[in-house]
């Protein structure tokens, strides 16, 4: 087998950087305007303690105060469901999509678990598994901290990238 040439200027890659964000996660499940919408549910999820089965559709403004109302700097887009039967636990498939300053137009991309009621969820429920733009080959953590009872959370995003 042959090795290719491989000019990393070509693909964007630089010297890796480390960078860390912290943004509020509003999902907003009822009212005029919601922002996450159940999109499937399986018979059993009405009797289920954990709501298994259900799956939601969300495109959920990240601002930089808890408020709903403050300066909006993304979006997460993407899929959650239930996927546990003994717990409230989601499987989260989600872009953090970036709005606003430098990372405008740039993406994350998050795959992993949300054991939900836990106080501190270091998203083994959310590895950063790539990303676009600026964040082109990154990978890291995202960690949530429930902020308030109305599906508000507080976010801190650590990502490598070039």
Do not use: W
Request: charged share 20%.
């Amino acid at each position: 087998m042959r090795g290719l040439n491989f000019d990393s200027d070509t693909y964007g890659l630089k010297k890796e950087k480390l960078s860390h964000f912290r943004f509020y996660f509003h999902d907003v499940l009822n009212g005029p305007r919601p922002t996450a919408v159940r999109v499937a549910s399986a018979t059993m999820t009405s009797t289920s303690a954990t709501f298994f089965g259900f799956m939601v559709m969300m495109d959920n403004p990240l601002t930089v105060a808890p408020e709903f109302d403050s300066k909006l700097v993304g979006r997460a887009q993407g899929i959650y469901a239930s996927a546990s039967q003994s717990e409230v636990g989601l499987l989260m498939v989600l872009n953090i999509a970036f709005t606003q300053g430098k990372h405008n137009g740039s993406a994350l991309s998050v795959l992993g678990r949300n054991p939900v009621f836990s106080t501190v969820r270091e998203m083994q429920i959310t590895p950063i598994v790539g990303g676009s733009g600026l964040f082109r080959f990154a990978r890291g953590y995202a960690e949530a901290r429930s902020h308030s009872r109305d599906a508000k959370t507080r976010g801190s995003v650590y990502v490598f990238h070039c």
